[in-house]
């Protein structure tokens, strides 16, 4: 038995190309009508007339015969179309029923399964209603996404994600938290749901909500990311809610954790404050890595406020192998009291390098010192860099943070983080510089180098 499939978009498309072929066609006859049909004679006798009669001659058959084929082309074109609107027709025809047996199908499937747990067998999950804060759903047992959680309404926290299905499917994204209420008190953003065990990535955590312009308005901490599946990455950890007028800045969610073989989730950055605002929000810790290998997911960066906020430290990197996520950088001083003669910020400290797995992999960069802000009175120091991560039994240690930046040469510069130190075999970190300014701390001291095998790290400068 024969089968043949047609696609009606691509017979309609050369349907319009063979109509074009024929106008074309149709053109070029017209223009050498006038020349070839009226041939006039080389000259008065008797041969010449004849040769210009007999090729006139041709010329009137030629026109005669393309007017029939060009007739011909047409009704061709015609048909062609019309097969490409039949076909569409017939395929809308199908496809109406086919959806609704498929939708009747998986209902009778899965209304055992939702009637004894709630939860479908295979299905995405549905989204949370915005300005809710319900969670998503959770997507079906075997297969489906998870719903990504609603909005908060103000003050209130996001909804969590809902999980991925066990052979697949991503958990849901957290809803962001909501802005701030009468109380000034913004929510926090919903937590990413976890993915399907067998495979799926985390869901990503919601932005924590934004104070309110208002003294003292607290920003919302945002949401965890979800951890993965066996073979997933973990969820970004949501950022911080930026602060209100006077208020801190929100703290960033922690990255997801990664699957038996996956990287772990980046941490969310810090909320800002105003610049004569309060303190920048700390930046979220990286997930680890997966049991038997992956790299940590980085730290978040601090948010800038008075006093910056700390960079997240790095997550760990797998058991077996993987590499450490670097740490944060500190967020930047604000521009405290630019109206009323105060100092300017302090920068934050940058987040520690995460630690590389126990057999294989190097250790994670600590993250630099944030820079320190300006003021009329006086000037904000840099922030301390952040050290680096320990190698595995095999693997380089992580470089130090560089230490953050006075906002000028008159204001103090922090000192540098200590480089990581290897174990087994490979070379110490790096030992970050010390910032820059009138006065500064100590660089960063480099690692200790592999007992077998490595060089110490030098001192920073």
Known sequence: MAFMIAAPDAIAVAAQDIAGIGSTLGAVSSAAASTTTQVIAAGADEISLAVAALFGSHAQQYQSLSAQASLFHDQFVRALAAAAGSYSSAEAASTSPLKALETELLAAINAPSVLLTGRPLIGNGANGVSGSGASGS?????????????SGALGKSGGNGGAGGLFGGAGGAGGSGGGANAANVAGAGGNGGAGGLLGGAGGAGGTGGAGANTFFSTAGTGGNGGAGGLFAPGGAGGAGGIAGLLGSGGVGGRGGDGGLFANGGAGGAGGNSAPNGNFGGNGG??????????????????????IGGAGGDGGKGGILAGDGGDGGRGGQGGTNGTAIG?????????????????????????????????????QGAGGDGGAGGKGGLIGDGGTGGAGGDGFTVAASGGGGGKGGDAQLIGSGGNGGNAGTGVTHKAPGAGGVGGSLFGEDGPFGT
């Open 138 to 150: 959770d997507g079906g047992w075997l297969v489906g996404n998870g719903g990504a959680g609603g």
């Open 285 to 306: 810790a990286g997930g680890n890595a997966g049991i038997l290998g992956g790299n940590g997911g980085a730290g978040g960066a601090g948010g800038g406020g008075i």
């Open 342 to 378: 105060g100092s300017g910020g302090l920068g934050g400290n940058g987040g520690a390098g995460g630690n590389a797995g126990f057999l294989f992999g190097h250790g994670g960069d600590g993250g630099g010192g944030g820079p320190g802000g300006g003021g009329n009175a006086g």
